[in-house]
């Protein structure tokens, strides 16, 4: 007889194919009672790999042994006369595959009662889900209800983010899918997470209808979905509900709470949303009216500390864009970042702001290093504080520490690729800058900055045709002129390089540093240490790249040079 005949004739088969379909059946029973008894994940994968432990030890039963009216007998007793009958035998095979099912399943459950329901001695690692908070659709009649629905998104965002156990993908790269019509597995794969919240906002005066859902993301599958006609007032009350359903529906095992969104009065948070929208235009108009609509906030709730925090952002930022003067806009940055600490103490944001000023600003690093150690420990994720600690290790010269900084900001902000370009920039790694800004451009058109950095990126490895080309497309004009004045002078025409010059210099009063630069890079030192001398009395942002422009080398060997390093508040070099 055949080994293949041994196998029919001992059931070995019978029983494989028996012990699979039952041990199918068991997992498809405990991947449907898990969630509903609120079993940990570890469970079914006990389940699964027992199961899978099993199946060779029943295939071994069956060859060694049989069953017969006398008993289980080894095989080489049984005769044929005593050989039970194939029902008898199969009903034996069932009963092997039963206890052995029952066994696992006792087994797996002892081990979770045992273990995993008692509360750990400390706290344990949890692996983060990777979720993206896509902008609501606006469904109001009114199109310009659309700063409510992308309001209430960042919104929730922000309530998520404070959920240690998830990691939630930044505002600039979740809003850069806006309006661009791709689909749920599309953002799933370029921001690298396993699910996407979106949903749509309906307003009708007092009236709003609020629906979210919760998209796996690799197959598009709904996870969960809930629609909320309330008034406009319980807003505060739905965010809330749709964090806590969030959570549940992806099964997220808490270490604390989850947390409640600050309220304040729905007129108050009207006007804090239309605020927020205005800043994200970024444009010197915008942060001007959002400003004014922050201060009505403050004055209906004076105790509001998001709106604190929003203060503190827009007049920073707003400096950046021309809304300000540093001098003016930054003082009151500072004021607002200390109110929203007294109010909201556990604010990484305000705490990463505060650190932007002092090493921009007030030049002190003291400081900045106590509320960096502040903010990295309120929001170890929070996208700000990374980028406070990549500028905090980039202005005296920690390229390497910036970097570290710089990819984990990625991590929750992957399409925000414009720090790892600057970096590589001063890096001398220009292949790889040239391509990040090549990114930010698509995604960001319209953005001051990005082309002149491509420009000059290009100029450093040589292709002059291509940074001439990307200086053009440049929508700021100060940034433009600088970017050809640069260029100009690198190919030799003077002539071109000074009529660039002139023009930058005609600008209003914002291209102090930009100005020193070209005058370092042409030789005319003692101009270039006057406008150095202005960007620092006018506390310029762009100080920022002191250290590593390669257009200030000539200053740095000029003894002057140390000077500007000790009022900046970094130490001179050896």
Known sequence: ?????????????????????????????????????????????????????????????????????????KEEDVNGATRVSRLTGRKFDFIIIGVLAA????????????????????????E?????????????????QEYF????????????????ELSVISRTSAFSFKGQGVTIPEVGRALGVSHVLEGSVRRSGDTIRITAQLIE?????????????????????????????????????????????????????????????????????????????????LNIDPDYAPAWTQRAALFYNGT??????????????????????????????????????AISYDFDYEFAASELETALELGPNDPIALRAAAEFALRPGNLEEAIQHIEKLHV????????????????????????????????????EYFRKSLALSLLETGDIDGALAAIEGEPAEGHRQQGLALIYETVGDRERSTAALERLIAEPNRW????????????????????????????????????????????????????VLVRLGLNPGP
């Not at 066994?103 to 949890?126: I, K, N, R």
């Not at 009350?237 to 304040?264: H, M, N, S, W």
């Not at 890096?427 to 040239?434: K, L, V």
């Open 320 to 357: 950046s864009f021309g809304a300000w003067e540093s001098a003016e806009g930054t003082p009151r940055a500072r004021d607002a970042a200390l109110e929203a600490t007294k109010f909201f103490g556990n604010s990484a944001w305000a705490h990463a702001i505060l650190v932007l000023i």
């Open 149 to 164: 629905s992308d309001g209430l998104s960042e919104e929730l965002l922000n309530l998520l983010a404070q959920i240690p």
């Open 128 to 144: 983060q889900q990777r979720i993206a908070v896509l902008p609501f659709a606006n469904f109001s009649d009114d199109s310009e």
């Open 217 to 297: 993301a690799a197959t598009d599958k709904h996870v969960w979905s809930d629609t909320w006609d309330r008034n406009f007032e319980d807003v505060f009350v739905i965010q809330d509900e749709i964090a806590k359903f969030v959570v549940d529906a992806l099964k997220v095992r808490l270490l604390g709470v989850v947390p409640q969104v600050l309220e304040t009065t729905p007129e108050a948070y009207e006007l804090f949303l239309q605020a927020k929208f205005l800043m994200e235009q970024g444009t010197s108009s915008g942060f001007r009216q959002a400003a004014a609509l922050n201060r009505q906030v």
């Open 512 to 563: 102090t540093f930009e100005i020193a630069e070209v005058r370092s890079f042409r030789g005319e030192l003692d101009e270039a240490f006057n406008w150095m001398d202005r960007a620092i009395e006018r506390r310029d942002r762009a100080l920022r790249h002191v250290m590593y422009s390669p257009y200030l080398d000539n200053m740095r060997q000029d003894p002057r040079f140390d000077d």
């Open 1 to 73: 007889m055949s080994f293949f005949e041994e196998l029919k004739r001992r059931n070995v088969f019978r029983v494989g194919v028996a012990y699979l379909i039952v041990a199918w059946l068991i997992l498809q029973v405990t991947d449907n009672v898990a969630p509903i008894l609120e079993l940990p994940g570890v469970f079914n994968r006990g389940i699964l790999l027992l199961l899978a432990l099993g199946f060779p030890m029943a295939l071994i039963f069956a060859w060694a042994f049989e069953f017969t009216p006398d008993g289980i007998k």
């Open 412 to 447: 929750i902000d992957p399409l925000e690729t414009s720090k790892f370009a600057q970096v590589y920039f001063y890096s001398g790694r220009q292949a790889e800058g040239i391509a990040r800004w090549k990114e930010d451009i698509k995604r960001r058109p319209l953005a």
């Open 103 to 126: 066994a696992v399943a006792f087994f797996a459950l002892d081990e979770y009662v045992w273990t995993g329901s008692q509360a750990p001695t400390a706290p344990v690692a949890h």
